[in-house]
């Protein structure tokens, strides 16, 4: 089983929909991370979560949200999708000044 | 605030060597990371450095200079496989890594 977990793998949708974006993983690492990937702009950081009570924004935040479920659970939500967040979207976790570990992406389409 | 530069492209044959390199602004800066990416796939980390000097992993290499705000990747022996998109990445403090936008090399025979 893969240590970090992404579902769905593949979303179309519609703009204007409602959409979550959901991470689990069996690391036991208390640092969770949601990146977003565009072709020639790297990666780039949406939100972070250092533990369960902690949330912070990251460089591209406007129009995400997220929730800390559990230490293992983190989602990312798009209240009123656009397509221009049409992106592949990465969930990562590390420990303190850890490598971190990526789940294998979520390619999401809006419409 | 926090940037990291990488060339966008660069092309090499197999079995030579290749250099990647990576200069960076940030402040209390601690430590350069490299990580590897393959079309389709996750980032997967590749190497560390927190200290000045290099750091060797079988065919990759990678150096930091943290006077000149510099290091890159070295690959020795190329390989096919090794055809993915490489980034360099860097942490401040206690604040998530920053990534560069990574650099796509492409291994020709």
């Known amino acids: 089983d893969a240590d970090v977990t992404q579902t769905p793998r593949n979303r179309i949708t519609k703009t204007g929909k409602r959409i979550m974006l959901e991470c689990s993983q069996t690391k036991g690492h208390d640092r969770m991370y949601w990146y977003r990937q565009d072709p020639g702009l790297g990666l780039r950081l949406i939100y972070y979560?250092?533990?369960?009570?902690?949330?912070n924004k990251g460089e591209i935040s406007d129009g995400y949200s997220v929730s800390r479920q559990a230490q293992a659970k983190f989602s990312l939500s798009l209240e009123s999708a656009i397509p221009n967040q049409t992106a592949l979207y990465f969930c990562?976790?590390?420990?303190?000044?850890?490598?971190?570990?990526f789940g294998d992406g979520t390619r999401l389409s809006i419409l | 605030g926090q940037s990291l530069e990488q060339p966008s492209e660069v092309t090499a044959v197999e079995g030579a060597i290749v250099q990647i390199n990576c200069t960076y602004q940030?402040?209390?800066?601690?430590?350069l990371s490299w990580y590897q990416q393959h079309d389709g796939g996750a980032p997967t980390f590749l190497s560390y450095?927190?200290?000045?000097g290099l750091e060797e992993t079988g065919r990759f290499s990678s150096f930091l200079s943290r006077s000149d705000s510099y290091g890159y990747l070295l690959l020795q022996e190329l390989q096919m496989k090794d055809s993915a998109s490489y980034f360099c990445a860097g942490g401040a403090g206690n604040t998530p890594l920053v990534f560069g936008k990574g650099t796509r090399l492409s291994v020709i025979a």
């Open positions: 990562a976790t590390s420990g303190v000044n850890q490598p971190q570990h």
């Open positions: 979560s250092f533990d369960v009570k902690d949330i």
């Open positions: 940030t402040s209390g800066f601690y430590g």
């Open positions: 450095n927190g200290l000045d």
